[in-house]
């Protein structure tokens, strides 16, 4: 186990809703990303936050959003779900000194959206 | 377009037997290299990260090369096991004005078998 958590395991919507994905952080990193990984692909990468503040995008609209918060937890908001935003969500967690993305990131077992 | 090219895509050898997946990618500037193995359904676990400097890391049965000149790297799994049955997934990282950003290849899907 990786000591990273995430919220709810599986999660059905339907199109047009908007959805809120949950992850918790190892102990002691203060660094999370987030990745969409679609059936057979490898994941995709969506944002990181490095001490509560962005630190990279990947190709991913703005209705993908998200937040750190203080104890370094952190939220996947995802608004006007679209069909093709089913996926298995991932975060990872690190310990970036530099916010430059070198240290090991540990994934948590990820949330599977589904939308209808 | 920062890209990461896996090969094969798919791979069966039977337990015991030693087998090498390869990684090519085109993304600049190169930061880092990360090797991951993830189970079905499972997220990705780390196996290693190379650096520029590094030419060679070893993680028990697991050894990846990094050739950043042809930008190129392997990952060679030594007398395979069953639980090695998974995919396993470059990762290159790249440092730009927006932070950094990671690029996934698709994976070699290895499956071994008795």
């Known amino acids: 186990e990786t000591g990273v958590t995430q919220s709810p395991t599986h999660l059905i919507k339907t199109r047009g809703q908007q959805v809120t994905l949950r992850c918790s952080s190892q102990s002691g990193h203060n660094t999370v990303s987030w990745y969409q990984q679609a059936l057979g692909q490898g994941p995709q990468f969506i944002f990181q936050y490095y001490r509560e503040e962005e630190n990279g995008r990947g190709n991913f609209p703005p209705r993908f959003s998200g937040l750190q918060f203080p104890n370094y937890s952190s939220e996947l908001n995802v608004n006007a779900l679209e069909l093709d935003d089913s996926a298995l969500y991932l975060c990872a967690s690190s310990l970036e000194t530099r916010g430059w993305g070198a240290d090991t990131q540990y994934f948590g077992p990820g949330t599977r959206l589904t939308v209808l | 377009k920062n890209q990461v090219e896996q090969s094969p895509q798919s791979l069966i050898i039977l337990e015991g037997k030693n087998c090498t997946l390869q990684?090519?990618?085109?993304?600049?500037?190169?930061?880092?290299l990360r090797w991951y193995k993830q189970d079905t359904g499972r997220g990705p676990v780390s196996l290693t990260i190379?650096?520029?400097?590094?030419n060679t890391k070893s993680n028990g049965r697991y050894t990846a090369t990094l050739d950043a000149d042809t930008k190129q790297s392997s990952l060679h799994i030594t007398a395979s096991q069953l639980s090695d049955s998974a995919s396993y997934i470059c990762?290159?990282?790249?440092?730009?004005?927006?932070?950094?950003?990671?690029?996934f290849g698709t994976g070699t899907q290895l499956k071994v078998e008795l």
């Open positions: 990762v290159v990282s790249a440092i730009t004005g927006g932070g950094n950003k990671l690029t």
């Open positions: 190379m650096t520029f400097s590094e």
């Open positions: 990684c090519n990618y085109t993304v600049s500037p190169f930061s880092n």
